[in-house]
């Protein structure tokens, strides 16, 4: 029986619990959680500091590593969209989304569905075209050039009004932005899921698809409300949901992909050590996890180094890395027949 064509389900969860743990093998996977601008290495903002004539408040890489400590959410999101001002034409997106893709293809991506913060480009005066179109170049080349179908989405900054993203999401439609879905990212806890009702329903309408932070730093009714109010079809993140028994049973009947990120859920501190995460629980419970990176360039490691990392400290064994490599095929936006070829791939492996 080809076990990777199905969804993940409790009986496959129990018994994978036995495997030893071995050897990692680079497995074709699709990362569905990953902002473009968390993409942003050192090195590349120096060299775009340069070229765009902009003084970092940095002397060398040095200095600007050593700003990589983060106590919590907000202490990276200030890191974050300051080193954004190093992205000021398309040619600067473009070169951001080259170097994730490079980086990524060696890591086993083989699909991306990669979010882009608009918000934060128009308010400091880059324009919709300048990022969206400087992204979007290079993706709709990705598969010939990189070996990887990608996707984009336009993700909404919860601390700003909802009337500010409803503006910008009206903006991205005019414009015939090539979107796929839309996400909801940024200060998490006092930005609840019932801020953003108007701006899911506006985006359901529109025939996008829809999902949301919910459960990284904030409490697991986020979740609950990011189901329920916002009608949206994944999670990103959502590790507090272990919180509430009753939401992880409906996560499980249900079926709702949760994009985890563990070595990010350790930089943010909202797990203590990769030794404390509540990913082989997860799993155990039935739960429909994948893997990514987030913020690969802050948070020390691509979606291949997060595996390694599992397979090292969790102990998560080689059957459920795959498991986890075919929950990311299933649980994304990709067309039936690409993740078919996807699955196929994973089970040459
Ligand atoms: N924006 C970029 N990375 C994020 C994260 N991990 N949580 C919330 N917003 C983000
Ligand atoms: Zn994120």
Do not use: W
């Amino acid at each position: 029986m080809d076990i990777f064509t199905e969804p993940v389900d409790e009986t496959v969860a129990e018994t994978s619990a036995e495997q030893p743990v071995d050897a990692v093998v680079l497995l074709p996977v699709a990362e569905l959680h990953l902002h473009i601008e968390g993409t942003l290495e050192p090195e590349l903002i120096f060299a775009l500091a340069e070229r765009n004539g902009i003084e970092l408040p940095y002397a060398d890489l040095g200095e600007l590593r050593s700003r990589y400590e983060f106590t919590d959410l907000q202490s990276f999101l200030d890191l974050y969209y300051a080193n954004m001002a190093v992205l000021q034409t398309e040619a600067d997106f473009a070169d951001m989304t080259r170097a994730y893709l490079t980086r990524a293809a060696q890591g086993g991506v083989r699909h991306a569905e990669i979010m882009i913060d608009p918000q934060a480009h128009l308010s400091r005066g880059v324009s919709l075209e300048t990022c969206i179109n400087g992204v979007g170049s290079v993706l709709a080349n990705s598969l010939e050039e990189f070996g990887i179908s990608t996707l984009l989405i336009a993700a909404f900054l919860r601390d700003l009004p909802e009337d500010d993203a409803l503006e910008v999401l009206e903006s991205l439609l005019a414009m015939e932005a090539p979107l796929v879905g839309i996400g909801l990212d940024s200060a998490e806890v006092g930005n609840p899921p019932a801020k953003f009702e108007r701006l899911y329903a506006r985006a359901r309408e529109a025939g996008l698809r829809l999902t949301a932070h919910a459960g990284e730093e904030g409490p697991s009714s986020y979740v609950t409300d990011a189901l329920d109010i916002l009608g949206v079809e994944r999670i990103d993140h959502g590790i507090r949901c272990m919180d509430d028994p009753d939401l992880v049973e409906r996560l499980v009947d249900q079926r709702i992909p949760l994009t985890v990120c563990p070595l990010s859920n350790v930089r943010l501190r909202a797990v203590d050590t990769l030794a404390d995460h509540p990913l082989p629980a997860m799993l155990a419970a039935g739960l429909n996890v994948s893997i990514n990176s987030d913020d690969p360039a802050y948070f020390g490691g691509y979606v291949d180094e997060n595996f390694s990392q599992l397979a090292a400290v969790l102990k998560i064994s080689a059957f459920d890395r795959a498991r986890l490599a075919a929950n990311s095929i299933h649980s994304s936006f990709a067309s039936e027949e690409r993740k078919t070829e996807l699955l196929d791939e994973l089970n040459a492996v």
